[in-house]
Every structure is written in C-alpha cells, then in structure tokens.
C-alpha cells in the first residue's frame, strides 16, 4: 500500500466495501446487527470503519453515534468512559454504577451506532456486550478485528 497524505481521495480499492457495509447500516433489519470488519494486522480495517463512521448519511441515520478503540491490553472503565464522552458530549473522571447505568439508559429507544476498533477477545465481547439494549431499532455494532473466533462468538450471541 502506498503511503500517502489523508485525503479521502487517496484511499483506494474500499469503495465497495464502503458501499456494502453502508447498507447493511441503514438497512431495514430492525434486530441490533453486529457488522464485522475482519482481516489481518494493517489491511486497513480502521481505515474502512473510520471512512463509515465518518459518512454523513450514516451520521444523519442514527440518533447516537460512538467509536471506541480497544486492543490488546484494554482498559475496561476508559472504553465505558469514551463511549459515554461519544453519546452524552461530557467527559466524566470517575466512572461510578449510575453513568454505567446512564450509557445502558441512554442507549435504550434510541437508533445507536456503536464502533469497538481492533477487538482481541470473546471475553471482551462478553464484557461490553450487556451495555448495549437491543429495542428492536436498527441499531448496529461494527467491530474489527483480526480474530476470526471474536466475529463468530459475537455474530452468534
Ligand atoms: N485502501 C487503502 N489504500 C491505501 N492505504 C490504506 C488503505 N487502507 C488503509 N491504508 C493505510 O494502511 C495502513 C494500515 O491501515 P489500518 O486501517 O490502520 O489497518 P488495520 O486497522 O487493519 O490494522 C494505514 O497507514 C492506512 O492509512
Ligand atoms: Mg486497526
């Protein structure tokens, strides 16, 4: 891959990608449906979920939007809180039961778009899984990862 300056223009070979995925968001599926990103470390998984995030369509379509980078090694309160910061617009030092509650509640009757970049484990999945009501309102969780065991476990659950 060429290394090149962050234009949008540069990024090339993604647009149907960008196309499919892009209707599986607004599509009419009223159930949560997880949409994975799923390739080998650099294949641009990131890139592609950034460019989705980003799109205006998709902004205009749901009531809250949030992204949220985990990786290896991740901090389970500081997840909570950037998704939190995401949906409510304030940032919170301190994560206490009631703002854990707050992001649950906040989340329920609403359209949401949840992003969780670069997932590693099916016991993440579990973790964070339980702060995100399904109300049967076209709500969608993209996930990338490398791991092709993370997109089976949280497809299937
Ligand atoms: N379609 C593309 N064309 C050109 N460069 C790309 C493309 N997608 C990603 N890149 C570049 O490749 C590198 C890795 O992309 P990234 O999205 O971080 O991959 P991943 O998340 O799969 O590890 C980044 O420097 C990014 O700018
Ligand atoms: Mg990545």
Redesign the pocket.
């Known amino acids: 891959?060429?290394?090149?300056s962050?234009s949008s223009s540069?990024?090339?070979?993604?647009d149907e990608d960008l196309m499919q995925l892009k209707d599986r968001l607004i599509g009419m599926q009223t159930k949560l449906e997880i949409v994975p990103i799923v390739?080998?470390?650099?294949?641009?998984?990131?890139?592609?979920a950034?460019k989705l995030y980003e799109d205006s369509m998709i902004a205009y379509h749901f009531d809250y939007c949030a992204w949220t980078i985990v990786s290896q090694d991740y901090n389970m309160p500081q997840i909570l809180k950037s998704l939190l910061r995401c949906i409510t617009g304030n940032e919170c030092d301190q994560l206490t039961n009631e703002l854990k509650n707050m992001l649950h509640k906040s989340l329920f009757s609403r359209k949401y778009l949840i992003v969780l970049?670069?997932i590693w484990s099916t016991r993440f999945w579990d973790q964070i899984r339980i702060y995100f009501p399904d109300n049967n309102n076209r709500n969608r969780i993209v996930i990338?990862t490398r791991e092709s065991d993370v997109v089976n476990y949280a497809s299937s659950s």
């Not at 540069?10 to 993604?14: K, Q």
């Open positions: 891959m060429p290394s090149s962050s540069v990024v090339v070979g993604i390739g080998m470390g650099g294949v641009g998984k990131t890139t592609l950034r970049d670069d990338t």
